[in-house]
């Protein structure tokens, strides 16, 4: 079948194969921008705010920014954007503060509002500079304060200038546009970086089943005879154990862990590749152009991969977006069962782990936000798949 027929079979009315492709791509675009988008930039957006735990979707809050009395943390660009930064401050949720000689007297947020309930002092200059704890901030005659920051360099700054600051910068206002988790931590920023983890699963076991099933179903295909039975019978084999029974298994003797996870579902993948390939390869080994290239001398692997692999692309295409599929729930099935993907990493297989029994409670959202991007996701791919799968069917016209 030309490009061009399948191309025209796909685009022509086929609305929700277009409806999948807007939200792979949007969700694609979103894993790749991931912490320059992220409102939490911190590693695995797992900056835990405890006193903020659990709160509904555009949650605003009153926020004091403190620096920490360590170095800088600084990475490069590319480096950020992979593995995100840590952050240089510590956030304070607040409902009020006030100035009471060189002290920040700190009323920390309450649910009730209440000022009082949770309340804190610290040194004024504390608040703005990164400041050694060790050495104390001593305040001379003329009104400035004298202090040593993280490094150990000398520090001199005004009282009157440090009350400047105060007023006119500390608190900011942060909106938490899907709430935050039982740990107090970005629902949003959570579901971004889970977003690139469902990708990479699904990327990495694909290439992993196709990189094992499309040799041996060739192999087994083309040549058949002993080589086809033994690989049948290896098939017939993993195909008769289920499927999270193996994926337990393996992930059980791989260990716990990111990399681990992606082997284990990729292992258990194969099969159905090398299946598919194995009955293409079969239909097109008697055709009458393999015939005609034998006859003409060209070797095993010219016939195989000039002429035989190019003709089994279609199939493949379609159990690629199928597994694609599978490897997501895969994955989220095993994180939700503790032995996946293992926190503080954020997948949405832990991220509903974590709330499912908030479903019986006031705040079902914290479950049903990662249940929704998982199945926007899987059917997505399944959009997709039926869409390749009419575009590929000779028999639709």
């Not at 061009?4 to 409806?19: E, P, S, T, V």
């Not at 440090?162 to 900011?172: A, D, S, T, W, Y």
């Not at 889970?194 to 990327?203: D, E, H, N, Q, Y």
């Not at 079969?282 to 692999?309: M, P, S, V």
Request: without cysteine; proline residues 4%.
């Amino acid at each position: 079948m030309k490009i061009k027929n399948i191309i025209y079979k796909i685009f022509r009315g086929n609305w929700l194969f277009f409806a999948g492709l807007v939200i792979i791509a949007t969700m694609f675009l979103v894993a790749i921008l991931g912490y320059a988008i992220s409102p939490d930039s911190s590693p695995f957006a797992n900056e835990q705010i405890l006193s903020i735990a659990a709160k509904p979707p555009m949650f605003v809050v009153n926020m004091l920014t403190i620096p920490k009395n360590r170095p800088d943390a600084k990475s490069s660009f590319l480096h950020t954007m992979l593995f995100g930064k840590e952050s240089n401050f510590t956030f304070i949720p607040v409902d009020s503060i006030r100035l009471a000689g060189d002290s920040l007297i700190i009323n920390e947020y309450s649910n009730d509002g209440k000022d009082g309930l949770l309340q804190s002092k610290i040194h004024v200059v504390s608040v703005l500079y990164a400041v050694d704890n060790k050495t104390p901030i001593i305040e001379d005659q003329n009104g400035f304060y004298h202090f040593r920051d993280h490094t150990g360099e000398r520090g001199i700054i005004s009282s009157s200038l440090v009350r400047l600051h105060i007023n006119g910068r500390l608190l900011k206002r942060k909106t938490f546009i899907l709430g935050t988790d039982r740990f107090g931590r970005d629902m949003l920023s959570r579901l971004i970086i889970g977003t690139r983890v469902s990708f990479s699963v699904g990327f990495i076991s694909v290439f992993i089943s196709l990189l094992i099933g499309i040799p041996l179903g060739i192999i087994a295909g083309y040549y058949r005879g002993i080589v086809d039975s033994i690989v049948s019978w290896f098939v017939n084999v993993v195909w008769s154990i289920p499927t999270l029974l193996m994926v337990l298994s393996i992930t059980l003797v791989l260990g716990k862990g990111f990399w681990q996870v992606f082997l284990a579902v990729g292992l258990t993948m194969w099969v159905e590749v090398t299946r598919v390939v194995r009955g293409q390869v079969i239909g097109l080994r008697e055709k009458e152009f393999i015939e005609a290239a034998k006859a003409l001398g060209f070797g095993d692997l010219r016939i195989l991969f000039k002429h035989i692999l190019p003709n089994t692309v279609g199939p493949i295409v379609i159990i690629t977006a199928g597994n694609f599929a599978s490897a997501i729930l895969m994955e989220a099935g095993l994180s939700f069962l503790g032995i996946g993907i293992q926190p503080p990493v954020p997948s949405w297989g832990n991220m509903i782990k974590d709330h499912y029994a908030y479903i019986i409670l006031d705040k079902p959202y914290l479950a049903i936000l990662p249940g929704m991007a998982i199945m926007l996701l899987v059917l997505a791919f399944n959009f997709i798949g039926s869409g390749l799968r009419d575009a590929f069917d000779t028999r639709i016209t």
